[in-house]
């Protein structure tokens, strides 16, 4: 069936240090892709999404790699902060609504001083 | 723009009781949409609105759960009797337009059943 996994549960990263978290999606028919943050005691906050006509979008210091060959999304955050620490969500979908937005179990990062 | 708010944001209960969860989406969001929340589960959708019309409430755990939206800027989310695995957190999200996949997700309101 559909599923959205992610490669690690938690990851830790030194302050100002780069990362990656990884996901793992098997509906090769998405279409659509998103990451969402969820900070503690918050609800998850969008930060970027991609489609699947696209391997690559940039934001303000983040980046979403996807490589739909082998169905692998990926978000880049440079120079991490404090303020990072979250547990990072992504999603995916295919067509319009976002009542099929199918959720991944998420990863925890913690940024380390 | 305040966001999509819910209330309470903490309640405990005790088995038997009722519960009633509220939401107010954001002002010209026309879908809107109730997420529980579970270490085992992740996020799981409950239900979902288009226009104040319930379209798809196939994510309702049992007939102890329901849902109302009687106006454009309020929901709640009921259930009755409460028991001790329904301990959650219930999100509300709302977003602009049927077609649209970018969610707006509220606080959250954090359930414990005793």
């Known amino acids: 069936g559909e599923s959205v996994g992610l490669h690690l549960p938690t990851l830790s990263v030194q302050e100002g240090d780069n990362s990656i978290i990884n996901c793992a999606y098997s509906n090769s028919a998405s279409d659509y892709f998103i990451w969402y943050k969820q900070e503690s005691g918050k609800g998850p906050q969008f930060i970027i999404d991609?489609?699947?006509?696209?391997d690559k979008r940039q934001g303000q210091r983040v980046t979403v790699l996807l490589n739909k060959t082998v169905k692998h999304l990926s978000l880049q955050i440079a120079a991490t902060q404090p303020g990072d620490s979250a547990v990072y969500f992504c999603?995916?979908?295919?067509?319009?609504?976002?009542?099929?937005?199918?959720f991944g179990q998420g990863t925890r990062l913690t940024i380390n001083p | 723009d305040a966001g999509v708010i819910q209330s309470p944001r903490h309640e405990v209960t005790e088995m038997g009781q009722e519960v009633t969860l509220r939401c107010k989406p954001i002002?010209?969001?026309?879908?809107l949409f109730w997420y529980r929340q579970t270490m085992m589960r992740g996020l799981e959708l409950l239900i979902y609105f288009n226009n104040n019309v319930p379209i798809d409430d196939s994510g309702m755990p049992e007939d102890r759960f329901s849902a109302k939206m009687p106006n454009a800027s309020f929901s709640t989310l009921k259930i009755q009797p409460s028991e001790p695995r329904d301990s959650a957190v219930y999100f509300c999200?709302?977003?602009?337009?049927?077609?649209?996949?970018?969610?707006?997700f509220g606080a959250g309101s954090r359930l414990t059943v005793l």
């Open positions: 002002s010209g969001h026309n879908s």
């Open positions: 999200a709302s977003t602009r337009g049927s077609g649209a996949n970018v969610l707006t």
């Open positions: 999603a995916e979908t295919k067509g319009r609504g976002a009542q099929k937005l199918v």
């Open positions: 991609i489609r699947s006509n696209m």
